[in-house]
């Protein structure tokens, strides 16, 4: 059915810029005219108060919209001063400590979520079973769409696959333009079910045409959460343990939703603003999630401990560990970035709720698999960095680790590539954005656009014969 020798030898022939010298040096030239032409005085940011990041000076974001989805509580406030707090998240009033802490002995953690997200309630039994009937329904791509988009021009990076496929399905809805709720809830809960499955084949197809492997497709299967399903996909054998599934649920739980100014929910909010369709809609908001700022960052907490498992010696001498810490914030170490990943968040001051109880489940994981001697330097390296980062820049703000600092090692534990750790957060991540999406539909009715103030001279622009 596959060529795959055909299919690299396409690959390589994309259209790219032509490597000659003579082009190589245009580039540098239009590259000089856009560093001359384009840099704009980083003193006029201050002069004219802009909130870059939509953040005020002290850090605070920039109010641009109501939700009730989702709220990030950091501070305490007593007698109207603020007190930072140990930190709270929740889903439509609910605190997710308590979410989890209600799931005992139940696979379904994330589809209640879901359901919860999408309509601002907790389900009874009988609402939750007809759910999940339908979640089952929805998870199917079918084997022409399989064959011909997924397989079609894999791509390495997992996420620019996932919006080529979501962007393809639009041509596949009988009403891809429809933003009337009752169609949007339609798509929302199909795009839902259908990214994990998106996902997983892409990264097989991945494997297969690129990296000269079996081809694995194997189906969902009824009955599973979608955790268990993505492990069953995923997997060569399809077999994992109860406790691997739980603690996947549980971070697919974590990272279902934060807040409507998280960059890639903003972005679901300002495209769905302009009246666009759901599929353009969420396309975006993964472009925004692929960012190493972003979705991207638990990559680089991966890349970062995998230089300090190489450089320290001893994972149990905390003076080594320091000094090693101190060459990377020096920037003398590491990427030369000057930072320590998966420390310090926007908001959260004394603790990420997210980061404590993913350790918590990454702690028992790590006892399953023997992996505790890694779990131990992470959590030295936690205890420590906060510290020094404070130290080093001279902050009185608490910095604690974010969710981002043990997600990646949990994905590890789990078998998963890091080519699917993004593509997992987007999966976690989407009932949110359509949550967001339709809160935007029935109450913004508004185009979100926001201004920027223009610094720049206007000049007299002569024909082109007398330009110099």
Avoid at 244 to 272: P, R
Wanted: hydrophobic share 35%.
């Amino acid at each position: 059915m596959f060529d795959r020798e055909e299919d690299l030898r396409l690959d390589k022939e994309m259209p790219t810029v032509a490597e000659s010298g003579e082009m190589i040096e245009y580039l540098e030239r239009f590259y000089q005219e856009l560093l001359k032409n384009q840099l704009i005085d980083r003193e006029l940011y201050t002069k004219y108060d802009v909130k870059r990041g939509l953040r005020d000076a002290t850090g605070k974001g920039v109010l641009t919209g109501l939700t009730e989805i989702s709220d990030v509580v950091a501070y305490d406030d007593v007698d109207g001063k603020r007190i930072p707090s140990d930190g709270h998240l929740y889903y439509q009033g609910c605190d997710v400590n308590e979410l989890i802490s209600n799931l005992k002995g139940r696979r379904f953690g994330f589809e209640e979520t879901i359901y919860l997200l999408i309509f601002g309630k907790l389900p009874t039994k009988d609402e939750f079973d007809k759910f999940l009937y339908a979640m089952g329904e929805m998870q199917t791509l079918g084997n022409r769409f399989i064959r011909d988009v997924v397989m079609k021009a894999s791509n390495a990076n997992i996420m620019n696959a996932m919006q080529r496929c979501i962007l393809t399905l639009y041509t596949y809805d009988s009403d891809p333009d429809g933003i009337g709720p009752e169609n949007v809830l339609r798509q929302s809960l199909e795009l839902i079910n259908k990214l994990p499955l998106i996902a997983v084949y892409s990264y097989q197809s991945y494997l297969h045409f690129r990296m000269n492997q079996s081809l694995l497709i194997r189906n969902p299967k009824k009955g599973y959460s979608l955790a268990e399903n993505i492990l069953y996909m995923m997997r060569p054998s399809g077999e994992f343990t109860e406790l691997e599934a739980k603690v996947l649920d549980i971070a697919l739980i974590l990272h279902a939703e934060h807040g409507g100014g998280n960059n890639s929910t903003f972005t679901t909010h300002v495209v769905t603003s302009s009246g666009t369709d759901t599929y353009s809609s969420v396309s975006a908001s993964i472009g925004s999630l692929k960012g190493p700022r972003h979705g991207g960052a638990n990559l680089k907490v991966q890349n970062m401990f995998r230089d300090i498992k190489s450089n320290v010696s001893n994972w149990e001498d905390e003076e080594e560990i320091t000094a090693y810490l101190r060459k990377i914030l020096n920037k003398e170490a590491f990427d030369g970035s000057g930072l320590i990943y998966g420390m310090g968040h926007a908001v959260y001051t004394l603790s990420d709720p997210r980061e404590v109880i993913l350790k918590r489940f990454a702690e028992s994981l790590a006892r399953e698999k023997d992996m505790m001697e890694e779990f131990e330097l992470y959590n030295r390296v936690e205890k420590l960095a906060g510290a020094l980062i404070m130290e080093k820049h001279k902050v009185q703000k608490n910095v604690c680790a974010n969710v981002d600092f043990y997600s990646g090692l949990v994905y590890t534990m789990l078998g998963i590539p890091e080519e699917l750790f993004t593509p997992i957060f987007a999966i976690a991540r989407i009932p949110g954005w359509c949550a967001h999406r339709l809160e935007e539909l029935l109450n913004g009715n508004k185009i979100i656009r926001p201004a920027y103030k223009y610094v720049g001279h206007h000049v007299d622009c002569p024909n082109i014969d007398e330009r110099e």
